[in-house]
């Protein structure tokens, strides 16, 4: 199967940094876009930032200017630099893919979005 692995996630103060990356388990899956999304308790699981193959980005407007998206289509992995961390980042954020497949040599390939588990950032004010 397809996973998505994901480190970086830690406890930071206000003000600091993390790193967040996800790289793809399987090398016949071949990404279209990767991105971040984040879900705090009691609110809806929300867009951090995504990055398509051609290297074009969006971000949410909270994120704007403080967060940074790239991507590695060779190693296939993205990364999330997140800068001047603010305690309403506090979330569970997860790596999101979306791309083809080929599950054999003679099959068509096929659309798949996948999840990775999840990493908790935490910022303490």
């Known amino acids: 199967q397809v996973q998505l692995m994901e480190s970086g996630g830690g406890s930071v103060q206000s003000g600091g940094s993390l790193r967040l990356s996800c790289v793809v388990s399987?090398?016949?899956?071949?990404?279209?876009?990767m991105g971040w999304y984040r879900q705090a308790p009691g609110k809806e699981r929300e867009l951090v930032a995504v990055?398509?193959?051609?290297?074009?980005?969006n971000y949410a407007d909270s994120v704007k200017g403080r967060f940074t998206i790239s991507s590695d289509n060779r190693k296939k992995t993205v990364t999330l630099q997140m800068y001047a961390l603010k305690s309403e980042d506090t979330a569970v954020y997860y790596c999101?893919?979306?791309?083809?497949?080929?599950?054999?040599?003679?099959?068509?390939?096929?659309?798949?979005?996948?999840w990775g588990q999840g990493t908790l950032v935490t910022v303490s004010s």
């Open positions: 999101n893919a979306k791309g083809t497949i080929v599950p054999t040599i003679a099959s068509a390939p096929r659309y798949l979005e996948v």
């Open positions: 399987r090398s016949i899956f071949t990404p279209n876009a």
């Open positions: 990055i398509t193959s051609e290297g074009s980005s």
